[in-house]
């Protein structure tokens, strides 16, 4: 951080005391909500950074795809963890984890708060909880990968759903690579997928205020359907494009990307296209609400509860000695 940007610094950033623990502002939500306008809200209000839960928008190449925040939006505020990795690079949620306490750790060295804003569950959780060690094995893994083509995803989705059926309602099972990882898991070690992520919860060194958003559904879906006619508008077309020397690579394997195999086969139009991307988002949301509904110690609001949202802050600022909040949010995508 340059010296001219640490100077303009409010005293709710500058270094905190030996005794006092750091506070970790965590936005959560499905996808469509408004989590980036009040990501950047508290961020201005907290005068610190965000980190990006969301496993979609850690690469590059995909900004329209996967709606990551736009160049205004990072310039107003740095992300971190945004527009990182090529589209090839493997990234789990044990890497995130790891690498975004490392951010935290040298952060909180000096800050007071920090934002984490997405709609990863499990990146979520693994920041804010940890996760078990998820065994591997290549073995199983290689034959996995070899009934997928011959036997077909659809198949292996309905082994998954015996062997682990929470895990199943809850991911993205036209994901081919997710699926056979969670089969991978479930067969090395016996146990469901899911168990490893329901073990006791890590003691983090900071604590943390969870706001989470939600819209009536009618209302998210209109929302989700206007950023797909959004993404088409602004080149989502043009993007999958130039992926395509990417095309088997697991970041791609996504809602946003895997409908563009129809268009260029001939099978589906670009409106068809569209409209699917539309539905599978829809499914998404409805996964990612699921997910995070689960989770405790939750405020939940609607986004244009910015009174509501700001009061929330304001007791734990007041409760810590900080001073005055004054959150300010465009309602936005």
Not at 176 to 184: F, S, Y
Request: glycine share 6%.
């Amino acid at each position: 951080m340059d010296g001219t940007r640490a100077a303009q610094l409010s005293p709710l950033s500058e270094h905190r005391g030996q005794q006092e623990r750091p506070l970790l502002v965590v936005v959560i939500g499905p996808t469509a909500v408004g989590k980036t306008a009040l990501a950047i809200a508290v961020a201005k209000a907290l005068h610190c950074e965000i980190l990006n839960a969301d496993s979609r928008q850690v690469y590059r190449g995909m900004p329209i795809g996967t709606a990551q925040p736009t160049a205004e939006e990072r310039a107003a505020v740095p992300h971190h963890f945004v527009d990182f990795l090529e589209p090839d690079a493997l990234y789990s949620a044990g890497q995130f984890e790891s690498d975004a306490l490392a951010w935290l750790e040298q952060w909180f060295a000096h800050r007071k708060c920090a934002v984490l804003s997405g709609g990863s569950g499990l990146y979520v959780k693994a920041v804010l909880e940890g996760l078990d060690p998820v065994p591997a094995d290549l073995t199983i893994r290689t034959a996995l990968n070899a009934r997928l083509e011959s036997e077909g995803l659809e198949v292996l989705v309905d082994e998954l759903k015996r062997l682990d059926p929470a895990h199943a309602a809850s991911m993205d099972t036209q994901n081919p690579q997710r699926v056979v990882r969670a089969l991978e898991v479930c067969l090395a070690s016996g146990k469901p997928f899911s168990s490893f992520h329901s073990s006791s919860t890590v003691q983090r060194p900071f604590d943390t205020l969870v706001i989470g958003l939600k819209r009536e559904r009618a209302e998210l879906i209109d929302r989700i359907n206007r950023r797909v006619d959004l993404m088409m508008e602004s080149g989502l077309k043009a993007e999958v494009e130039a992926l395509r020397p990417h095309w088997s690579a697991n970041a791609l394997q996504t809602v946003g990307y895997r409908e563009w195999d129809a268009y260029f086969s001939g099978e589906w139009t670009a409106n068809h296209v569209a409209e699917e991307i539309k539905l599978r988002t829809r499914q998404f949301a409805k996964r990612q609400m699921t997910w995070f509904q689960k989770m405790e110690g939750v405020h939940w609001f609607h986004p244009d509860q910015t009174e509501n949202i700001a009061e929330v802050l304001r007791v734990e600022c007041a409760n810590r000695g900080w001073g005055p909040v004054q959150l300010t949010q465009n309602h936005g995508e």
